[in-house]
């Protein structure tokens, strides 16, 4: 039937990635993978101890980008990014900032924003 066989997981060595900043008004959720995609490792201002309206500030999105970036490079040896960003919050630059000064190389940084084409139909006007 089912074997137990013990998963052995070899150490990868990454050397340069992908890091998502999704950055809403409320949060800031940032993302590191490798180039196929795979997750590296996640962080948010929630995951460093920010709660409620604190999330949304700029240095808590700094302070969350710092943790996951060290936490990586520790444990894969990433070296530089390219940066995608998606989100009018106020994390955008910090984030980036953050990612920039735990020794990161930022090779691109490209604004991944959703922008509406005439989509969905706005509500009625009130009454007056």
Known sequence: MAENK?????KKNVQSG????QSTFNNTI????????????QGSPARVGYKG???STAYAATRAATEVAERVIKKYG??????FIKGPGAGRNAAVKGLDACGLKITMLTDRTPIPHNGCRPRKAPRK
């Open 53 to 55: 309206a604190k999330r």
């Open 6 to 10: 013990a998963k052995t997981k070899a």
């Open 30 to 41: 940032i993302s590191l993978t490798d180039e196929q995609g795979e997750v590296l490792g």
């Open 78 to 83: 990433l070296k530089e990014v390219k940066v």
């Open 18 to 21: 992908i890091a998502t900043i």
